[in-house]
């Protein structure tokens, strides 16, 4: 395997050598144009791209190259076992991907930490962790694309979307369910890699690994192909929501503007006072408050997934970055790079030696503006001249904030899971007192299913227009005026239901009904992994929602029709027992798109074999 | 009795295309065996299967008496294989895959290697892709003889080679089969190759086994007659075991196989004037062997 390895490794050791190169450079250059653990979120996405794409080119070229004829017969005809094989030269092609990924790095972060005062914690050290496992994943997905004769092994990059996109609760869940992908993947390529590269896999477990992930990634490809056979012909016919909204739909709301959407969602209220709030929404000044829930960052947090940087008071020269293994605010000159002392959650603090646990935040703060610090219960205010944390304002008992302070024109809002809290901005940016809120109005709903605040500034107070498509229960749009009045008085003005859904039952829960299992599965990972973001569904809570009865007949059916037809294909191919029982499951268990996957992991051409060629 | 290739209506579909049709062959232990074909006869396909990179459509493949789709390390150790293009990591000094190569092999036989690289002018410190393809060529027949392998596969290896690296590559062939107990099989299109080399001649057309036996008895197969035709040559497919015919200045001439004296005979009844029996060679054999299911212009006159 070393002698593998050793030959493997010198094929690629100048590639090699010119990547590292080439990305120690372009870090470089990037250090010179902003702080470079700080990179804007588009060149992130770009590494990334370059990352995972790179990785997974070369991955699959170096199969490649070795696959072709000649080649291929050269490689594995040797006195060596196949996997022995493998080992090697996947060893180098991990270990030229380590050298070009994590070299720069470290040498970038390492010497910043030694030659600056810029707060470096562990994490950034670890962030190279995470572009290696990513960059290994779709190299290994690559090396599968080139070994194994599946038309969809390709799709197992949908691994990626599910480690790179949720925000990981700690740092078990960020990189277990890496190592457990990359165990995954390397699995299956050491059983792709035969040297018959034509066979397919026949053993159930590595048929269940490989078609799990397939379905998954079929089901992102079924749900686009709606575009195909409703949203376009839609669109063409001129029927389509989208540019014909279809009145009586909450979804309606969209294609109003200002007043409209009032006089809209008043529609029908036995409310005296209707017609007097849709003018007076005619002449206010309208807004809007996000209830789009907010995962707050947590100790270790990749560095990428910080919301700014730091905290940089205008007029100063000075930085102060949240250090997570300190806990504490770091400040520093960024002319001098001199230390300016720390912030602690009871104040200023000459060095950091001073610091005690009393001191440290016990949650991560996120930086808004030049001058706030908000965890989710605390919002804390800076004042850099005269040395002061105070709390701006905390958190009702038994609440806290969905998100960040939201800083309008007219009014400063904070959401918290119950309620909307709405500020004078004045009262906010006054550097001394504590902020009360002048109208706390009760959410209608849980923030989740509340898809949009609209304000309405009134000469007594606001207009609320809540709206969504879940807000009196799953598939139950509605939505509600509410009048907040300046002192705390609140009126419900109005309370609509729509009976009228913007799309059919099978377009608006199509992942449900083509596949519950993969459905329910997906939600349970993803609500395991990051629990904060309510996007993901509990599994507990989807087993108990109420889909229309449609959906399950629909579903139901696919997956008996599913079952069936990979019975037959398992049958057509003259699969075995344990192949066909595992086959048949998943159809039964995954629903269509395991039946597309069986169609991408077997031989469209079935070929009639002998006693011993089968 | 082992054989080291056996194979038994071996057949290899690709597609609608038949590469290898109900393939039955047996080549024992010991000697040169040379495998001509015309392209695409099916030669690579049954290395292919032979060395466990293909599957069958149908029938089996043995080598040195195990199912070629379960070769092991041990068996793979004992089968040497050369390939046409004489693959080789190009990024390697030839120094370098010497020692790589080695240290698979524990019978490596440094004595051949030395003996067989001194054929071929290769410098060690070269990298492959410096090389000439008669140094590659050389580099890669000694790796594959100093593994002392019981069988040696060598799939075209001359292709392209200029005369004095053939000249260098067969000698350094015979001098090993001198040396070793090796069982070689050696594909090639040069017919005086296979003449001085060979042992057994085997020929395969369209994917099917048209002769395994030595090359004087092959050549006894075929006959080579000249005659005299006032009239035209009777239809080609009744002259029996017609090869070819061609025309030259009024004279027909025909090669036929598996036919005795009489056919002198039966081209006399069929209208022919003189007619002379004349030796034939072994290439001018194989070729009209080759040519036979392919149409020329002056195939038939």
């Given at each position: 395997?070393?002698?593998?390895?050793?030959?493997?490794?010198?094929?690629?050791?100048?590639?090699?050598?010119?990547?590292?190169?080439?990305?120690?450079?372009?870090?470089?250059?990037?250090?010179?144009?902003?702080?470079?653990?700080?990179?804007?979120?588009?060149?992130?996405?770009?590494?990334?791209?370059?990352?995972?794409?790179?990785?997974?080119?070369?991955?699959?070229?170096?199969?490649?190259?070795?696959?072709?004829?000649?080649?291929?017969?050269?490689?594995?005809?040797?006195?060596?076992?196949?996997?022995?094989?493998?080992?090697?030269?996947?060893?180098?092609?991990?270990?030229?991907?380590?050298?070009?990924?994590?070299?720069?790095?470290?040498?970038?972060?390492?010497?910043?930490?030694?030659?600056?005062?810029?707060?470096?914690?562990?994490?950034?050290?670890?962030?190279?962790?995470?572009?290696?496992?990513?960059?290994?994943?779709?190299?290994?997905?690559?090396?599968?694309?080139?070994?194994?004769?599946?038309?969809?092994?390709?799709?197992?990059?949908?691994?990626?979307?599910?480690?790179?996109?949720?925000?990981?609760?700690?740092?078990?869940?960020?990189?277990?369910?890496?190592?457990?992908?990359?165990?995954?993947?390397?699995?299956?390529?050491?059983?792709?890699?035969?040297?018959?590269?034509?066979?397919?896999?026949?053993?159930?477990?590595?048929?269940?690994?490989?078609?799990?992930?397939?379905?998954?990634?079929?089901?992102?490809?079924?749900?686009?192909?709606?575009?195909?056979?409703?949203?376009?012909?839609?669109?063409?016919?001129?029927?389509?929501?989208?540019?014909?909204?279809?009145?009586?739909?909450?979804?309606?709301?969209?294609?109003?503007?200002?007043?409209?959407?009032?006089?809209?969602?008043?529609?029908?209220?036995?409310?005296?006072?209707?017609?007097?709030?849709?003018?007076?929404?005619?002449?206010?000044?309208?807004?809007?408050?996000?209830?789009?829930?907010?995962?707050?960052?947590?100790?270790?947090?990749?560095?990428?997934?910080?919301?700014?940087?730091?905290?940089?008071?205008?007029?100063?020269?000075?930085?102060?970055?949240?250090?997570?293994?300190?806990?504490?605010?770091?400040?520093?000159?960024?002319?001098?790079?001199?230390?300016?002392?720390?912030?602690?959650?009871?104040?200023?603090?000459?060095?950091?030696?001073?610091?005690?646990?009393?001191?440290?935040?016990?949650?991560?703060?996120?930086?808004?503006?030049?001058?706030?610090?908000?965890?989710?219960?605390?919002?804390?205010?800076?004042?850099?001249?005269?040395?002061?944390?105070?709390?701006?304002?905390?958190?009702?008992?038994?609440?806290?904030?969905?998100?960040?302070?939201?800083?309008?024109?007219?009014?400063?809002?904070?959401?918290?899971?119950?309620?909307?809290?709405?500020?004078?901005?004045?009262?906010?940016?006054?550097?001394?007192?504590?902020?009360?809120?002048?109208?706390?109005?009760?959410?209608?709903?849980?923030?989740?299913?509340?898809?949009?605040?609209?304000?309405?500034?009134?000469?007594?107070?606001?207009?609320?227009?809540?709206?969504?498509?879940?807000?009196?229960?799953?598939?139950?749009?509605?939505?509600?005026?509410?009048?907040?009045?300046?002192?705390?008085?609140?009126?419900?003005?109005?309370?609509?239901?729509?009976?009228?859904?913007?799309?059919?039952?099978?377009?608006?829960?199509y992942m449900e009904m083509i596949s519950p299992v993969l459905h329910l599965m997906d939600n349970a990972y993803l609500s395991a992994i990051e629990p904060t973001n309510e996007d993901y569904t509990h599994p507990q809570e989807l087993i108990t929602r109420q889909y229309p009865a449609s959906i399950y007949w629909a579903s139901a059916i696919l997956m008996v029709l599913s079952a069936l037809i990979t019975l037959m294909l398992c049958r057509r191919h003259h699969l075995g027992r344990a192949q066909t029982i595992t086959w048949a499951i998943l159809g039964g268990l995954l629903s269509l798109p395991a039946v597309i996957a069986f169609l991408l992991m077997n031989p469209w051409r079935v070929e009639v074999r002998g006693p011993e060629g089968g | 009795m082992h054989y080291c290739i056996e194979t038994h209506g071996l057949t290899k579909r690709y597609g609608k295309k038949l590469a290898l049709d109900d393939f039955t062959l047996q080549i024992g232990r010991g000697g040169i065996h040379a495998i001509v074909g015309s392209n695409g006869a099916g030669k690579s396909t049954l290395f292919r299967l032979l060395l466990g990179v293909a599957t069958p459509t149908s029938g089996s493949a043995r080598l040195l008496g195990v199912n070629s789709r379960d070769l092991t390390p041990e068996i793979r150790g004992r089968v040497g294989y050369v390939n046409e293009e004489h693959t080789l990591p190009l990024w390697m000094k030839a120094r370098e895959i010497t020692s790589h190569q080695r240290s698979f092999y524990p019978d490596w036989n440094s004595e051949i290697y030395n003996s067989v690289i001194g054929y071929f002018d290769v410098d060690q410190n070269q990298k492959v892709a410096g090389l000439s393809r008669g140094e590659r060529a050389g580099l890669n027949l000694s790796m594959a003889l100093a593994q002392s392998p019981d069988l040696l596969i060598l799939d075209e290896p001359t292709l392209g080679l200029d005369v004095v690296a053939r000249q260098s590559f067969l000698e350094a062939l015979l001098f090993t089969e001198g040396e070793a107990n090796t069982t070689i099989i050696y594909c090639s299109h040069q017919m005086e190759e296979i003449e001085r080399v060979a042992d057994q001649l085997i020929i395969m057309e369209k994917g099917m086994l048209k002769n395994n036996s030595s090359p004087d008895a092959f050549v006894e197969r075929v006959s080579y007659w000249v005659a005299d035709f006032p009239s035209a040559l009777p239809e080609k497919s009744r002259i029996p075991g017609f090869l070819s015919a061609r025309n030259i200045e009024g004279q027909y001439h025909i090669l036929v196989a598996d036919q005795t004296n009489d056919f002198g005979d039966y081209l006399k009844q069929s209208g022919a004037g003189a007619v002379a029996r004349h030796p034939v060679n072994l290439e001018r054999a194989v070729n009209a062997f080759l040519t036979k299911n392919h149409n020329t212009p002056d195939s038939r006159a």
């Open positions: 395997m070393l002698q593998i390895f050793k030959s493997e490794f010198l094929r690629y050791r100048t590639w090699t050598l010119i990547a590292t190169l080439a990305i120690l450079a372009a870090y470089a250059f990037m250090a010179k144009l902003f702080p470079f653990l700080s990179a804007p979120p588009e060149l992130t996405a770009v590494s990334y791209l370059l990352l995972v794409g790179g990785a997974l080119l070369f991955g699959f070229v170096q199969m490649l190259l070795h696959k072709r004829g000649n080649n291929w017969t050269y490689l594995v005809h040797r006195p060596l076992p196949p996997q022995e094989i493998f080992h090697g030269l996947a060893l180098a092609g991990c270990v030229s991907i380590t050298f070009a990924i994590a070299l720069p790095w470290l040498v970038m972060v390492t010497g910043i930490d030694a030659f600056t005062t810029t707060v470096v914690d562990t994490r950034h050290y670890t962030y190279i962790l995470f572009m290696l496992f990513c960059a290994l994943t779709a190299y290994l997905v690559g090396t599968l694309s080139a070994l194994n004769p599946s038309k969809g092994s390709v799709l197992l990059i949908i691994f990626l979307l599910m480690l790179m996109n949720p925000r990981p609760s700690n740092d078990v869940a960020q990189f277990a369910p890496m190592l457990g992908v990359m165990g995954i993947l390397y699995a299956l390529n050491v059983v792709s890699f035969k040297p018959d590269l034509s066979t397919h896999v026949v053993r159930p477990w590595v048929i269940i690994l490989m078609a799990l992930p397939m379905s998954y990634a079929l089901t992102y490809g079924l749900a686009l192909s709606t575009t195909v056979y409703y949203h376009a012909p839609r669109f063409i016919m001129g029927t389509h929501p989208d540019n014909h909204p279809v009145d009586g739909t909450v979804e309606y709301l969209w294609s109003l503007k200002g007043a409209e959407r009032v006089d809209y969602a008043l529609e029908g209220s036995d409310n005296p006072r209707a017609d007097y709030y849709a003018k007076q929404a005619e002449l206010a000044e309208e807004d809007g408050v996000s209830t789009s829930i907010w995962t707050y960052p947590r100790p270790g947090q990749l560095h990428t997934q910080d919301a700014q940087y730091a905290l940089t008071p205008t007029g100063t020269h000075e930085v102060w970055q949240f250090s997570h293994d300190e806990m504490l605010m770091v400040g520093r000159s960024s002319v001098t790079e001199k230390p300016l002392g720390v912030i602690g959650m009871r104040g200023f603090l000459g060095d950091l030696a001073a610091a005690t646990d009393a001191d440290r935040f016990t949650e991560v703060p996120v930086m808004v503006g030049e001058r706030f610090l908000a965890t989710p219960t605390v919002i804390y205010q800076v004042n850099f001249k005269e040395r002061r944390l105070d709390i701006k304002h905390q958190a009702p008992a038994g609440e806290h904030y969905v998100n960040r302070p939201q800083m309008r024109d007219n009014f400063v809002a904070l959401v918290t899971d119950k309620h909307t809290l709405l500020f004078d901005p004045r009262a906010i940016n006054d550097e001394y007192e504590t902020a009360e809120p002048d109208y706390i109005i009760a959410h209608p709903a849980a923030p989740r299913d509340i898809s949009s605040i609209d304000t309405y500034r009134l000469v007594d107070g606001y207009l609320f227009l809540y709206r969504g498509a879940n807000l009196f229960g799953f598939d139950d749009p509605g939505s509600v005026v509410v009048h907040a009045r300046l002192g705390g008085d609140n009126e419900v003005i109005n309370t609509r239901h729509y009976t009228v859904q913007r799309h059919p039952a099978w377009i608006r829960h | -």
